[in-house]
């Protein structure tokens, strides 16, 4: 058993890919008779609202995701991340960073528009200069001070991915724990032994392992899963119309209709069968999941959606 999650963060209603993740984050959790949790990441507070929180847990039940115990909110969790903090910087790891971002990227380059690891600019950076910056107004954020290990990953579906530890931010400027702080944290802290989501974020599980180290923890396993892409090859967003539950209803279809969408996506059942969750779990084998992007917005005319679901090959 690994216990898994799905954690969305209350800025919007989610959608289709959003969905999709969470309907294959439960296969992969309750095909191995795990519990399954649903975390909120909602310490962003100028986004993050609570209206958005009922309406995305009103259409995860739709669709008949389910989950177990109470839903946990990282606002607040605060506490914890700030203990995690401390107990790195007992160890000396962590450091004050008063680089703004324009700065950052006059500072480093990398090929192919690739983003560059920070370079280290106020890692020595001397007390009074420190305080020199501080006196004009500029609030540091905090910044891993790593070691530059490489760590490996072996991801369920994407195989092993090698990621350098990097002098990443803990906690921003504005004090709120930094998203690569916060995920650690909680996962180790509820027990989530399987991590499933959007691979946009399979090159930030190695510094996350490396980070659930030095936090004496060990790291979950990961399951990173390809996402929605919109018509122009783009990750799905609200811009390409239709993307929502409340959206795909008011078009005539039903959550058991998206349900069937989804599920045709990764190959679970024919396009607009009806099917259950329970029936989707039933034919669920992770590695038959497909690995390409599904791309909404192609071939309505066979599915009877805009989206390309690929063919089942079972006996």
């Known amino acids: 058993m690994a216990v898994g999650r ?58 008949g995701v389910d989950w177990d115990g109470t839903v946990v909110r990282q606002s607040e969790r605060w506490e914890r991340y700030e203990a995690a903090i401390r107990l790195l910087a007992e160890q000396g790891l962590t450091y004050p960073c008063f680089c703004t971002r324009k700065e950052i990227q006059a500072a480093v380059s990398a090929p192919h528009g690739e983003v560059a690891p920070y370079p280290g600019t106020c890692r020595r950076l001397s007390s009074s200069a420190q305080a020199a910056h501080e006196a004009v107004g500029r609030r540091p954020a905090l910044r891993l001070r790593s070691d530059g290990a490489s760590v490996v990953v072996d991801d369920l579906l994407c195989g092993p991915v090698r990621g350098l530890v990097d002098d990443f931010v803990l906690r921003r400027n504005d004090g709120v724990p930094a998203y690569n702080l916060a995920v650690v944290v909680d996962d180790c802290g509820q027990g989530i032994e399987q991590v499933v989501r959007g691979d946009d974020l399979l090159t930030s599980s190695p510094r996350q392992a490396g980070l659930a180290h030095l936090l004496g923890f060990a790291a979950p396993s990961y399951a990173h899963v390809p996402l929605v892409l919109g018509p122009s090859g783009q990750r799905l967003a609200k811009r390409d119309g239709g993307v929502t539950l409340a959206d795909q209803q008011a078009l005539g279809r039903s959550a058991e209709g998206v349900r069937s969408l989804l599920g045709a996506s990764v190959g679970l059942c024919e396009p607009n069968e009806p099917v259950t969750m329970a029936d989707l779990l039933e034919r669920f084998e992770p590695v038959r999941l497909p690995r390409q992007p599904w791309v909404w917005g192609q071939a309505a005319d066979r599915t009877g959606a805009a989206g390309e679901a690929p063919r089942l090959s079972r006996p």
Request: glycine letters at 6%; zero cysteines.
């Open 6 to 63: 799905f954690a969305p963060s209350p800025t919007g209603a989610l959608h289709l890919g959003n969905l999709r993740t969470a309907m294959l984050a439960w296969l992969f959790a309750r095909s191995t008779s795990s519990r399954f949790l649903v975390r909120m990441e909602d310490l962003d507070h100028v986004v993050a609202r609570p209206e958005h929180e009922g309406q995305q847990l009103a259409d995860l039940a739709s669709l």
